[in-house]
């Protein structure tokens, strides 16, 4: 983790190149945090969560953060597991620690944006969004996102750079 910081640079690069490896690295260093079988578990977990295996895949995520209580990966994929089953309080939960423990996790500050929206927490969702978009600049559909939900709170209004 110590090295991710020095990476996240990466991501602010003009370089597509520059930019993918930074992201695929920040992944790689974020998955691998806890070890290489909690990074087994973790791809297990969130493999299963994706399938709609509600239960065992809770299991394992749970199981991971009661053994790695550090290890903010496992509280962003069960936030994202949690937004998928529309569990947005504890989703927001989960992705607000991982923040904690990782100030520079563009996914779950953008995750934590798209549970604002679905709260009906407008200016909050704008305000995780610019966050995320201050670490990752070139972040996949954010800035859209942004400027959907500026022409909603404030139709006619112009985006702040």
Avoid: K
Avoid at 113 to 141: D, F, I, K, M, N
């Amino acid at each position: 983790m110590d090295h991710a910081r020095a990476v996240s640079r990466l991501l602010r690069s003009e370089d597509p190149v520059h930019i993918a490896v930074g992201e695929r690295a920040l992944w790689s260093i974020w998955f691998r945090q806890a070890g290489p079988e909690a990074a087994e578990i973790l791809h297990a977990a969130a493999h299963r969560a994706a399938e709609g295996q509600v239960v065992e895949s809770t299991r394992l995520f749970n199981r991971l953060i009661a053994e790695h209580p550090d290890f903010a990966e496992a509280y962003h994929q069960r936030g994202m597991a949690r937004y998928l089953w529309d569990h947005y309080y504890g989703a927001m939960s989960d992705l607000l620690r991982a923040v904690q423990l990782n100030p520079i996790h563009f996914a779950a500050m953008a995750n934590l944006g798209h549970c604002s929206v679905q709260l009906g927490r407008y200016e909050a969702a704008q305000e995780w969004y610019l966050a995320a978009l201050r670490v990752h600049p070139r972040l996949t559909g954010i800035r859209p996102m942004l400027r959907r939900l500026q022409d909603f709170m404030n139709p006619g209004t112009a985006l702040p750079a």
